[in-house]
């Protein structure tokens, strides 16, 4: 299996007096179908690496490779071109046009890769019946429950069909129970469609979840074998 | 390096760009509305003025009546006008002023007209003195050529004008204008009722019903050349009324000095009506100037309104921002959807403003019955440079917007 995520060293140091090191010569390296979860304390710098993994933010020291492309080498648009491609991202605070229909949210994760507009569609469609949310196409988020609305958030992440889906505390701002359907969302992703997983967290029942689980404290890595 | 090669850059389609641009106008329509407004007032303004100020040029010109645009007179320059002891009145102007004037292709009828210096003799229509009315008056008497009437287009009430064989013989003979006649309790003149004017019995054979362009008239006494010069010693005619064909008065009023007075022209004021164009043309520069600036100003303010406006809405939606920026978009994408968004309110508020401003324009006229008057070009353009003063108002905004990183952006939530 080939490697989606290789860290080599990667530091991030942010500038100020004095200066911090928001992650710390970091190694990893995550297989295409790889569920990992990254579990720190806030100010851990699980956001920071999350940033960095997602292209959203490149590493100060040491080199950090998405599908064998190291991205400290790429522009800004170019970075911008391979999120919207290779990488879905799903938040805490969901990121949903509360405007829009839930369609059309998951659209705009296609509207900026190249996917022709009947495509659209079709993959968006398609990505809401596999969240389970077929039936709510022309709802708005304002009336959806917390835990669809994540749903949505999902489908849009994985509708563009990319490499890395990274979720920054996806639960965080769900009940257990709905957390636990969400879980269920994620292993069957995996499992059905060989999605490569990485989930940042600091709920231990999500961790638990997991296939590998990967701590971070003071931004240094340490996976748990 | 190869690798780098295999990105595709992202994109975003002109329909795509449209798509999210509308999305995002009608996420907040009440705010849109109210940005909007802003260049929709100054749209509505400039078009407004610069139809008001055509249609109202244009209706100056049309009530610009026949007769003032087709009367010339003739006077001395009186800074010129040369004056020596012995010598009472010295004038450009010849006695034969009609038929000179009269031989020129345009005139329609000419005449000379002079104030007599009767020494300031009282004029009354009884030979007594009546101690218990008031029975003489101070009057103008004035000498003109049989020409004149028709010049200055005046009617009869009752009896006949002079004419050259009375001018010529110099016949004690008066035409009484309305106010005179009145005065004079003069009404009929088919007796041929005298008057006098000091010692001096004047035969009047008729009374005017109005006068058209001179009203120096209608209160004085009308005597032919002949007589004032017999009678009073009258000098030189004082100046001469011309009525031109429609579109001659200029041509004349070139002309009318040099046959007056061929030695020396310039010793002659001609007094020609504006020509209609030069009305027009100053008319609207009047109007345009001043409302022009303040449809400029009201089309700042609604720039600022919409560069304010897109600036808050940039700030509200950094949320939108770094989550479009996550599924892909590039700072082009960024800044292109808030400036289509800005440069789109400004074209609405353009068309609607420009619609407005068309109805006022036939508002006004319907309302003061005037024939509204607009250039084509104005209503289509207006759309246009409401879209212009969008998108600069726009430029600053969408520029802050592309600059946001996205770590930043998604810091917030939404």
Redesign the interface.
């Known amino acids: 299996m080939s490697a989606v995520v290789e860290l080599d060293g990667v530091t991030r140091t942010f500038a100020g007096s004095p200066p911090v090191e928001a992650v710390k010569g970091a190694d990893l390296t995550v297989a295409e179908g790889d569920y990992v979860t990254l579990v720190g304390p806030s100010g851990s710098g699980k956001s920071t690496l999350l ?1 960095i993994l ?1 292209c ?2 490149t590493p100060t020291a040491g080199t950090y490779r998405l599908l ?3 991205v400290g ?2 522009s ?3 970075r ?6 290779e990488i879905g ?1 799903v ?1 805490q ?8 229909t839930v369609m ?1 949210n998951v659209m ?2 296609l ?4 996917t022709p ?1 009947r495509v659209r569609k079709e993959r968006s469609r398609a990505a809401l019946e596999r969240v389970g949310l077929g039936h709510r196409l022309d709802f708005t988020p304002r009336q959806l429950s917390g835990g669809e609305r994540q749903r949505v958030a999902i489908a ?1 992440a994985i509708a ?1 069909e990319p490499s890395l889906l990274l979720c920054d505390e996806p639960t965080g701002n769900l009940d257990s129970k709905t957390t636990d359907s969400i879980l269920d969302l994620f292993d069957e992703l995996r499992t059905a469609d060989g999605l490569t997983l990485m989930v940042i967290t600091h709920d231990e029942r999500v961790s638990r979840r997991g296939e590998r689980r990967v701590d971070i404290t003071d931004g240094v890595l340490a996976e748990a074998s | 390096m190869s ?2 090669r ?7 389609s002109f ?2 760009l449209v798509t ?1 641009a509308v ?1 995002g106008m ?3 329509p009440g705010r849109t509305v109210l940005t909007i407004l802003g260049t929709v007032l100054g749209v509505a303004a400039l078009v407004a003025t610069l139809g008001l100020a055509k249609t109202a040029g244009n209706q100056i010109v049309t009530r610009f009546d026949a007769l003032a645009a087709t009367s010339i007179t003739v006077s001395n320059r009186t800074d010129s006008f040369f004056r020596s002891p012995g010598l009472n009145d010295v004038s450009a102007i010849p006695w034969d002023a009609e038929d000179r004037l009269t031989r020129l292709n345009g005139v329609v009828a000419a005449g000379t007209l002079s104030l007599v210096d009767t020494g300031g003799q009282l004029v009354s229509s009884v030979p007594i003195n009546d101690p218990l009315g008031q029975s003489e008056f101070a009057m103008d008497v004035l000498a003109a050529s049989p020409g004149l009437f028709d010049a200055v287009i005046s009617e009869l009430r009752t009896g006949r004008f002079f004419d050259t064989g009375h001018d010529e013989r110099g016949d004690p003979v008066a035409v009484l204008g309305p106010g005179a006649a009145a005065r004079l309790n003069i009404n009929r003149v088919d007796q041929q009722p005298a008057i006098f004017v000091g010692d001096t019995t004047l035969a009047v054979i008729g009374i005017l019903e109005d006068v058209a362009t001179e009203p120096s008239l209608l209160d004085a006494i009308i005597i032919p050349n002949g007589t004032a010069r017999s009678l009073f010693g009258t000098g030189a005619p004082a100046e001469v009324h011309i009525r031109t064909e429609i579109g001659a008065a200029y041509l004349i009023g070139d002309q009318a000095p040099i046959a007056l007075n061929p030695n020396d022209p310039s010793l002659l004021r001609v007094q020609v009506p504006p020509e209609p164009r030069a009305v027009r043309s100053g008319v609207e520069s009047d109007v345009n100037t001043l409302f022009l600036v303040l449809g400029g100003v009201s089309l700042l303010v609604g720039a600022i309104g919409i560069a304010n406006v897109t600036l808050v809405s940039v700030l509200e939606r950094v ?2 921002i ?12 960024i800044a292109s959807q808030f400036l289509v968004e800005s440069a789109a309110m400004g074209f609405i508020g353009g068309i609607i403003g420009a619609s407005a401003g068309v109805l006022v324009i036939v508002a006004v006229s319907a309302n003061k019955q005037w024939t509204p008057v607009l250039d084509v070009q104005v209503p289509l353009l207006a759309p246009l440079a409401g879209a212009v003063v969008g998108l600069v108002a726009g430029l600053y905004p969408s520029w802050r917007a592309s600059t946001l990183e ?2 930043e952006a ?1 810091r917030g ?2």
């Open positions: 940033h997602g959203l933010d064998g492309l190291d080498d790429l800004d648009g170019q911008a071109a391979l999120r919207g491609s991202f938040f605070a969901f990121y949903l046009l509360p405007y829009r059309e705009t994760g509207v900026y890769n190249r507009r849009r563009p | 690798d780098r295999r990105i595709i850059r992202s994109r975003l329909r795509d999210e999305a009608l996420a907040r949320g939108e770094g989550l479009r920026r996550a599924v892909g978009a590039a700072r082009r994408h996205p770590v998604l939530g939404m």
